[in-house]
């Protein structure tokens, strides 16, 4: 199976909701206390919005047919803070490979696309959030060699 990473266009905006979908529901099963079922993201609108952003590049692994098959959303962040140095960072937002297409090396694809673009950039790193439930995607980030930066905790009442 032939896979070509290209930039979302907006004829892509379906099959990007259907994967939004799968992730959604996906974090609803491992936290149903935090995530309805059912939820998208982001709305038809806000995607046709996004697809116009320049510095919000969303690249799409496609199939020989021009079928997604998975996505990696970008932002690049101009890091401004009083006590940290600036940089300028590659923020993967959302990522996903169809449920039944992982394990195939398209999300591997994704990632070097997305690596590839933020040296481009002049990004000083790839930054991003994963739940720690969602312990597919976390051995995903750390067999890239992606560490933990911070650490986010709950205390649920």
């Given at each position: 199976m032939t896979t070509i990473i290209r930039l979302a266009k907006q004829k892509d905006i379906p099959a990007l909701e259907r994967l939004l979908r799968q992730i959604a529901e996906l974090h609803h099963?491992?936290?149903?206390?935090i995530f309805i079922s059912g939820g998208q993201k982001y709305t038809t609108e806000a995607l046709e919005k996004m697809l116009t952003y320049e510095d919000f590049p969303i690249f799409v692994a496609a199939d020989e047919n021009d079928e997604v098959q998975g996505y990696c959303f970008c932002q690049v962040r101009n890091i401004n803070h009083p006590v940290i140095r600036n940089?300028?960072?590659?923020f993967i937002d959302d990522f996903c490979v169809d449920e039944t297409l992982r394990g195939q090396g398209i999300g591997?694809?994704?990632?070097?696309?997305a690596k590839e673009y933020a040296k481009e950039c002049g990004a000083y790193n790839?930054?991003?959030?994963?739940?720690?439930?969602?312990?597919?995607?976390?051995?995903?980030y750390e067999d890239f060699?992606?560490?933990p930066k911070t650490i986010g905790m709950e205390l649920i009442l």
């Open positions: 099963k491992s936290r149903p206390d940089y300028l960072s590659l591997k694809k994704l990632f070097a696309a790839i930054e991003l959030n994963v739940w720690a439930v969602n312990e597919g995607a976390v051995k995903f060699g992606f560490n």
